[in-house]
């Protein structure tokens, strides 16, 4: 079992950042791939960044550039720095944990974080 706690949403301008985290605990033993989903009012939920285990990333072509996910194993945290961050770019971002990068791209990964609002204006 894992608990996945996200923190660091807000209210940004347009060409700000924000960092998001997303702290775990419990057994990570079955847990080879996170990543960050997103979802704005209306639309799909989106996969915008993944991170395995051994350290490879890959990005949705929408934010690649300007997110970077990275990852602290001794504090079983996962990052997305976000930069340069647009209107559409708001959405609820969602932590999630699974068992390999396909769960994670076929959007059934085993653990999901309650969500932070991220909000850009302009």
């Known amino acids: 079992q894992v608990q996945l706690v996200e923190s660091g949403g807000g209210l940004v301008q347009a060409g700000g950042s924000l960092r998001l985290s997303c702290a775990a605990s419990?057994?990570?033993?079955?847990?080879?791939?996170m990543g960050w989903y997103r979802q704005a009012p209306g639309k799909q939920r989106e996969l915008v960044a993944t991170?395995?285990?051994?350290?490879?990333?890959n990005y949705a072509d929408s934010v690649k550039g300007r997110f970077t996910i990275s990852r602290d194993n001794a504090k079983n945290t996962v990052y997305l720095q976000m930069n340069s961050l647009k209107p559409e770019d708001t959405a609820v971002y969602y932590c999630?944990?699974?068992?390999?990068?396909?769960?994670?791209?076929?959007?059934?990964?085993?653990?999901w974080g309650q969500g932070t609002q991220v909000t850009v204006s302009s």
């Open positions: 419990g057994s990570m033993r079955s847990i080879n791939a």
């Open positions: 991170i395995t285990n051994g350290g490879s990333t």
């Open positions: 999630s944990a699974g068992g390999s990068i396909f769960d994670l791209r076929t959007y059934r990964p085993g653990y």
